[in-house]
């Protein structure tokens, strides 16, 4: 079957640097996405991969390894807003989106 | 900027009412979804339109079924509501089939007592 795995919550200090991860196993790839979601608001669109390697887009990075089925997103400098929960998501071979559950991310002072 | 709107933030409705949301995009996209969300599980795909008239099933069709007349409209409609299907459902368009991101909208929390 297909799966993507990510953690259900962690926890991080504002101002400093957090890292989630994604693992995914899938009948086919053609992309991973990351969306950010606040409570009681529509998922947005983060980020991209479709080649391994690291995406950096301002203060968040997206990385992705094929080969290990494998990705996280990277926020630094965190600020309050950044309190959320964040979505990974595999394109298959059929162009579906396959979601992983979010993982709530809880910014302390 | 993309603008996916909903009928309703919230709705109550009572088990073995007939109940419709409805989504509308106002960017041309070709495909449109609707998901739900529940907690502790990723969004799960209920049905999809690429196209006018056109519709597939996702992972989930069971108890649903969605209306697609025009482009920029997307409909999902519960024949008869039940307790089960209290949940978020979310709307997504996109532009067409292929390396496009998807944008939301804001959801509609139903609650079937």
């Known amino acids: 079957g297909q799966n993507i795995d990510q953690p259900t919550e962690m926890t991080a200090t504002e101002g400093a640097i957090v890292q989630i991860n994604c693992t995914y196993q899938?009948?086919?790839?053609?992309?991973l996405f990351w969306y950010q979601q606040h409570a009681g608001e529509a998922p947005t669109f983060l980020s991209y991969?479709?080649l391994d390697g690291l995406e950096e887009k301002g203060r968040f990075s997206s990385f992705l390894s094929r080969s290990k089925g494998y990705s996280y997103l990277l926020l630094k400098e965190l600020q309050m807003k950044d309190s959320a929960s964040y979505l990974c998501a595999v394109r298959d071979s059929n162009y579906q989106l396959i979601w992983g559950a979010g993982t709530k991310l809880i910014i302390k002072p | 900027d993309v603008k996916v709107t909903q009928s309703s933030r919230y709705l109550v409705k009572r088990t073995g009412e007939k109940v419709f949301l409805e989504c509308v995009q106002d960017?041309?996209?070709?495909?449109m979804f609707w998901y739900r969300q529940d907690p502790g599980l990723g969004l799960r795909l209920i049905y999809f339109s690429y196209d006018v008239k056109m519709k597939e099933k996702g992972d989930i069709p069971e108890g649903y079924s969605v209306s697609r007349e025009k482009k920029e409209r997307f409909s999902l409609i519960l024949e008869s509501a039940s307790t089960n299907q209290t949940s978020m459902y979310l709307c997504?368009?996109?532009?067409?089939?292929?390396?496009?991101?998807?944008?939301f909208g804001p959801g509609t929390r139903l609650t079937v007592t």
């Open positions: 991969n479709v």
């Open positions: 960017m041309d996209h070709e495909n």
């Open positions: 997504a368009s996109s532009l067409r089939t292929g390396l496009f991101e998807q944008y």
């Open positions: 899938t009948s086919g790839f053609n992309g």
